[in-house]
């Protein structure tokens, strides 16, 4: 943005014939290019009122970071995730080097080790009636036709029934479910329903307490590659496998002729190994070092594909809202320090993130407790999408819905002062910030959505198309920069300078947490 002119800004000078106040009128002009001299670095001289960080938020510097992803993932056999290894380094080191070469931020890589998931052997999955043996002529392979959830437990299952599982949020889906059967459950609600009130964890641990042996999860679009994503922290022991959209179709059909029982045997065989990763950190020099804003996002993509608005809308994001601190001369000036952070292995777990904060909490539990609130961006440039903010007045906590709700209603001024549409997301802890609202720290964030289904009513009011999900490429090989054009950059854009306004709102309070607590 163009510095004032000098003319413009320069005081109007008194009557002619008063010489003294003349010259003290001209020196003073000059008086704030003088301490911008001394000062030093880049700077953002706005001598008529307030920089608008978020207005700095571009759409075309956002898409060049975008444009920097996809390259590196193109570069990496069309992935960017951590167990592939390379793209996933890659991103780490574009981060960590466009913060050196453009910022004075204090930026450092956070080397730590986790147990990696990954399968021992291949394992099988196989249907035991002729029908469904003559259909799949060749073996069903692992990778291919059916894969293990991450964090799958091991396990083997013999000639079980398959059940189809309507729903499966509530427990009253089960009701008719035969114990020991394998439950075939859809990751998202039915095509042209309303949304379901849960994600597809909720429906692998509904199944576990129904006494399902195994789960076969599948998506409802017509896609290649089997389902991905992870078996919540209380199946951890349960096989659970993701297949293919082809393989539930014709699975579904026999079970909806109901001339044959159908029934599978498979094997999950899996382990894990010790694996090195990095979280990239950036702290502001200024800012009280006991009130600070962490603003993060995470940096990973899952194996199948390159992460563009998983998550690399959410990198890219928290990128510019840094650069522009420091672009505008902002981040020499903020009252409460801000830490940006992208996150190692999201996409396994929320790896980083709780490693970040159960670190803290073990080696130096005082640092934790300078921490003032999260803020998460993560998949926000969804195609179909909507402006989703975290309901932060539901927190699990009851005491982190007032300061949690009170970053929610910040999000809700800036979408109303635009004109904007917006709706809340369940605070269920899906992402990173959800570590931090273990330990008692409030956080609020962004979404526009990822395999859950827009709705009619959502359809009039963001646009898009309803009865399919908000990104119909969510953890598949087409999340590409051609995924996230039109609705998906219109919402990208909006959502990225609202958060440039809150980092800004909130770094520059005089009291942080007070304000956080009214």
């Not at 793209?87 to 453009?102: M, Q």
């Not at 709705?455 to 399919?468: D, M, R, Y």
Request: charged share 20%.
């Amino acid at each position: 943005m163009t510095d004032t002119s000098l003319e413009e800004s320069r005081p109007l000078l008194p009557p002619h014939g008063d010489k003294k106040a003349a010259r003290c009128a001209y020196r003073r002009s000059w008086l704030p290019l003088l301490v911008l001299a001394l000062v030093g670095g880049t700077v953002f001289l706005n001598l008529g009122g307030k920089v608008d960080l978020a207005a700095e938020i571009t759409p075309k510097r956002l898409a060049a970071h975008l444009d920097s992803f996809a390259k590196i993932a193109h570069a990496n056999n069309g992935s960017r995730s951590v167990a592939g290894g390379s793209g996933y380094l890659a991103s780490v080191d574009f981060i960590y080097n466009t913060l050196k070469t453009n910022t004075d931020y204090v930026v450092s890589k956070q080397r730590f080790t986790f147990p990696l998931f990954m399968k021992n052997k291949p394992g099988y999955l196989r249907f035991s009636t002729e029908s469904l043996a003559a259909f799949f002529s060749e073996e069903l392979v692992s990778g291919h036709d059916f894969e293990p959830l991450n964090k799958s437990g091991n396990g083997t299952v013999k000639s079980a029934r398959v059940q189809a599982v309507p729903g499966g949020c509530n427990s009253a889906d089960f009701a008719s479910f035969e114990k020991g059967s394998v439950a075939l459950i859809s990751r998202e609600a039915p095509a042209l329903t309303p949304d379901e009130p849960c994600i597809y964890r909720a429906k692998i641990s509904n199944a576990l307490n129904a006494g399902a042996s195994a789960v076969l999860l599948y998506t409802n679009l017509p896609t290649a590659g089997p389902v991905l994503g992870s078996n919540p922290p209380d199946a951890k022991d349960f096989p659970v496998f993701g297949i293919t959209h082809a393989v539930a179709l014709y699975v579904l059909q026999k079970l909806a002729i109901g001339t044959e029982r159908v029934t599978v045997s498979l094997e999950s065989n899996v382990k894990y190994v010790d694996f090195e990763t990095y979280n990239v950190i950036a702290d502001t020099k200024s800012g009280n070092d006991n009130s600070i804003i962490v603003a993060g996002s995470h940096l990973d993509s899952v194996p199948a594909g390159p992460g563009i608005n998983d998550d690399a809308s959410g990198s890219s994001a928290t990128l510019e809202v840094a650069l522009a601190l420091y672009r505008t001369g902002l981040s020499k000036t903020v009252k409460n320090k801000v830490r940006f952070a992208w996150w190692s292995a999201e996409e396994l777990g929320l790896v980083g993130s709780t490693w970040y904060v159960d670190n803290l909490a073990k080696s130096n539990p005082e640092e934790l407790k300078k921490i003032a609130l999260n803020l998460n961006n993560d998949m926000i440039a969804s195609p179909n999408g909507a402006r989703f903010i975290y309901n932060g007045r539901e927190a699990v906590n009851p005491d982190l819905r007032g300061p949690s709700g009170r970053i929610q209603s910040i999000f809700e001024d800036y979408f109303d002062s635009k004109g904007l549409a917006h709706e809340t997301t369940p605070f269920d802890g899906r992402s990173d910030y959800g570590e931090f609202l273990k330990f008692g720290i409030p956080a609020g964030g962004l979404f526009t959505g990822a395999e859950q289904i827009k709705t009619e009513a959502q359809w009039k009011k963001f646009g898009g198309t309803p009865g399919i999900p908000y990104d119909p490429c969510y953890h598949l090989a087409c999340d590409t920069l051609e995924n996230i054009q039109g609705l998906g950059m219109e919402l990208f854009s909006d959502l990225a300078s609202s958060m440039g306004h809150i980092v800004q709102k909130l770094a520059f309070l005089d009291d942080l947490r007070g304000y956080l607590s009214e």
